[in-house]
Every structure is written in C-alpha cells, then in structure tokens.
C-alpha cells in the first residue's frame, strides 16, 4: 500500500454520536491510519469524539449541516476550506449528502484532492441537490439497493459507484453476562431482541405492538429493546398503557451490543428503511438468526427461511408469527443461527470489507495520479 503512504485523508460525517454511518467512520480510521500519511475527522461531534482522541486521530468541530441557512453554509465552507488547506488534505471522504454537497462546491475552487463519498441510505427527495453533490464524487454504496438507488432514481453515472457492504468486527471478548438477562434465561423466557435507535425509521412501536399477539401463543416470551431516541417515552408510555412493563424491557443505550446479542434467542429488524444497517450483521455474526423487513439492504443481508425470515413492515401480525415460530423451535433457531454466522463470515466480516476499502482507495488514488 505504499502508493496510499503521502495521503491526507478527511473524513467528514454530519455527526459523530451514535449510529451506523459513526461507526462506519471509525472503522474507516482503523483501516486507513496504518497506510496513509494522516486521517483527520470533522463532523459537529457526539460521543465519539471521545474514540477517536484515542484513537490519535484529530477531529475539527463544523457547524451541522442538517442547518442549511445563508449563514450556516458560509460558514460550513470557510471551515472545510481552512480544514483542507491546513491539513494538506489530498482525499475528502464524506458520509453525507449535505457534506458531499458542500465538497462539491470546493471541488470546482480546488480540483487537486480526491472526492470520495459514502451513501449510507436511499432516498427520493432533494434531486438536484444530490446529483450536484455526487457527481463529481466516486460513490460507496453501502448495498445494492443503495447503488439502484443513486444510479436509476439520481441518475449518478453506474461506473462512479462501487457497492462495498458494512461490516462488524468478530467480537473476541469474553460473555459478560448481563445481569437482567441472565435471570430471565435462569426462568426459562425466550428473548427476543429489537436493537437500534428510538425513532419512526426503525418501527419500534409496531414491535411493541406484536408483543400481545405472541404471547396469546408463546407463555415465557420477553422482548428486550436497546438503545434510545426521541421515541423513547412514547414507546415506554404505549407499553405501561398495555400493562407490558413487564414484559417488553427497556435496556437504554448499549455500547456492547454484540455481548448483548449473544444473550437474546435471536433479533427482530422492524424498520421502516435502511441502507445496509449492521444490527442484523451484529446477530449474525454472534450466531443469532434475524426476522427483519424486507426493505432495502436488509433484504441483501437475510436469506428468508435461511439465516433468518422476511417480512413485510408495519405489521404487528407478521412479526408476532414469525417470534412464535422461532420461539417454538429451538432446533430451527440453532440451524438458523449457523447459516447466519456463515452469511457473516463470507459476505460481512471486516476483514473483507477492509481489502474491499482499500482496494477502492488505491485504484482511485492511482487514476487520479494519472491524469
């Protein structure tokens, strides 16, 4: 990787706090920090701040981009401007369609650095922002469907855009039992987790509604969900209403998810849509079987009766079968179980999205020094 040893790299992301696109950006310091000159990341912070200053690695704070006023924009681009001046930048890396935006615009002022951008969703709305901010970029798409995405919908051009799938790291820590969960495996109770941020993307509330249907069929049944979001204390409210707070256990913010899963019978995905999201990667690679919706990347990940089931969103009924099924069958749960962690290990491990990142690097590093 010598050819990747003078780059300055800039990865730019709109924050750094929870979530998949944060995680995906300090993978990507993990990987690029041995073989570039230097990574630097700017974002409006979050709590991983705090990894990356272990990590070595410079964060500038920048003003949210989500804030698209006069002001706001000047001021967002005389930052990235000073940023890459400063550090020497030679590659930009953005995690976002308002940051590629606003590369976009430096770009036509500065055509010296490469302009990399990862697409982490699909969307259907700002279509001439988007086409403005990644059609000067060489695109990653987190999955297929975020390629089809971009390619049929944006009309961004097919060879500016290579799918690289998200990846989670094989956890090689010991088990530390949880202490709740463990007495409810100690009483016999299936655990059915839903893992990801409180908010209307991730249909939380047509898990919590799938509770009572289950049950009528399934005794020693409890769901567990990790994580927070501004849908919180609705979810928490809708539950005491159904005298569930027994049995639907909220666990809050989890930074060990994948010790987490290891504890659950399997997960169930209700979101509404996403990209290529890493929860289902996170079961499988701790052996656990996923009942998600077949929306976008997540039908890329699960293979319906394989390593997990399909199902339709917002639909309390559907979820409630497939959690009996799964809940009735501790043979099923085991081979499903398997098959996943093999769906892991060939398509999701990090070492095969590392090799695929730089890869990507180099070959576009390399056309760039040729021109």
């Known amino acids: 990787m010598a050819i990747l040893q003078q780059e300055n790299v800039l990865l730019f992301s709109r924050t750094m706090g929870l979530g998949g696109t944060e995680n995906v950006v300090l993978q990507l310091c993990e990987i690029l920090t041995p073989v570039v000159n230097k990574v630097v990341v700017c974002s409006c912070g979050g709590v991983n701040e705090k990894r990356l200053n272990e990590m070595g690695i410079v964060h500038y704070t920048v003003p949210d981009i989500e804030k698209k006023n006069i002001k706001n924009i000047f001021s967002t681009l005389r930052k990235i401007q000073g940023i890459i001046k400063k550090e020497q930048i030679t590659v930009v890396h953005v995690h976002h369609r308002m940051a590629a935006f606003y590369v976009a615009l430096l770009k036509i002022m500065n055509n010296r650095f490469s302009f990399f951008a990862t697409a982490h969703n699909t969307f ?172 976008d990347g997540t039908k890329e990940i699960i293979n319906n009766g394989v390593n997990g089931f399909l199902i339709a969103p917002k639909d309390p009924q559907v979820i409630a079968e497939k959690v009996i099924d799964l809940a009735l069958s501790t043979e099923k749960r085991s081979i499903m179980g398997e098959n996943a962690y093999i769906t892991y290990k060939k398509m999701f491990g990090f070492d095969v999205f590392k090799d695929k990142i730089l890869n990507f690097y180099r070959q576009n590093i390399e056309s760039r020094r040729l021109i």
Not at 209 to 223: G, P, R
Request: some cysteine; charged content about 25%.
């Open 124 to 295: 259907n709305d700002k279509k001439w922002l988007t086409r403005f901010a990644y059609r000067k970029a060489m695109v990653i798409a987190c999955g297929k469907e975020v390629k089809n995405n971009l390619v049929e919908y944006y009309h961004i051009q097919e060879d500016r855009v290579v799918v690289i799938h998200n990846a989670v790291k094989s956890y090689e820590k010991a088990i530390k039992p949880d202490s709740c969960l463990e007495q409810l495996k100690k009483e016999g109770f299936v655990l059915v987790g839903n893992i990801g941020r409180l908010s209307e993307q991730k249909g939380m509330t047509y898990f919590v509604d799938s509770f009572n249907l289950a049950h009528d069929k399934v005794d020693n049944l409890k769901y567990i969900i990790v994580g927070q979001g501004e849908d919180e204390e609705v979810l928490k409210k809708k539950v005491v209403d159904d005298h569930n707070q027994d049995n639907i256990i909220f666990l809050g913010y989890r930074s060990d998810i994948q010790n987490i899963i290891s504890q659950l019978d399997y997960v169930v995905l209700s979101s509404l849509w996403e990209g290529l999201p890493l929860t289902p990667i996170e079961a499988f690679s701790m052996h656990k079987p996923v009942i998600g919706t077949a929306v």
